[in-house]
């Protein structure tokens, strides 16, 4: 493997950083195999181990540095977050933590929608309870009023309980789907523009 070589899968390791950090590793990159001059480019790769090795240290020194610097800005904030996680997947033990990760995403996914979908159903058997509370009331409003009035009053207010639950669930699945649309299409679009 030569300097050209050993660069271009460097830079493609490193093309996730945020770009003023990934011009100063590839700066400092440059710097050695300068340094060390043509005659010794084959220990300087030697030195550096592999471009995944190399890649992983600058990360993580990446991020250790920006632990100990404050970020400047919501945009430097970001980065440093960014590069954290980075960091994290670097580090050898990055598979089994992603598997977690989407392991608990899914989890947490499920949780949410076994919930959404109870209480969905609550609202769905008030509903259907209220208009049986209606009639049982009407049959017994001859024998005595108060009980028939409750039961009136009970299912008249089940149903509109149901329905505003019901209605309450269907615009927040709506605004859950609408968010994840966006969420998705915004990570396809920063995709596109990092490809051009």
């Not at 060390?36 to 993580?60: F, R, V, Y």
């Amino acid at each position: 493997m030569n300097r050209e070589e050993y660069m271009k899968l460097l830079k493609k390791q490193l093309r996730k950083l945020p770009k003023e950090d990934f011009n100063k590793a590839i700066a400092y990159f440059e710097e050695y195999f300068d340094e060390a001059g043509a005659e010794n480019e084959s220990q300087a790769i030697e030195d550096l181990g592999s471009p995944q090795e190399a890649a992983g240290q600058i990360i993580c020194d990446i991020a250790i540095h920006n632990t100990k610097e404050p970020a400047g800005g919501m945009k430097k904030g970001m980065n440093a977050v960014w590069v954290g996680i980075l960091a994290v997947f670097a580090a050898p033990v990055a598979l089994p933590v992603l598997l977690m990760c989407i392991l608990c995403m899914l989890m947490l996914a499920l949780i949410a929608v076994v919930v959404i979908l109870c209480v969905f159903a609550a609202g769905a058997s008030v509903i259907v309870a209220g208009p049986i509370s209606i009639l049982g009331g009407i049959s017994v409003i001859v024998e005595n009023a108060a009980a028939g009035l409750s039961c009136l009053g009970y299912g008249l207010m089940g149903i509109g309980i149901g329905l505003l639950v019901v209605y309450g669930m269907y615009h927040l699945c709506r605004k859950i789907i609408n968010g994840l649309v966006k969420l998705f299409g915004n990570m396809v679009e920063k995709r596109g523009e990092k490809h051009e």
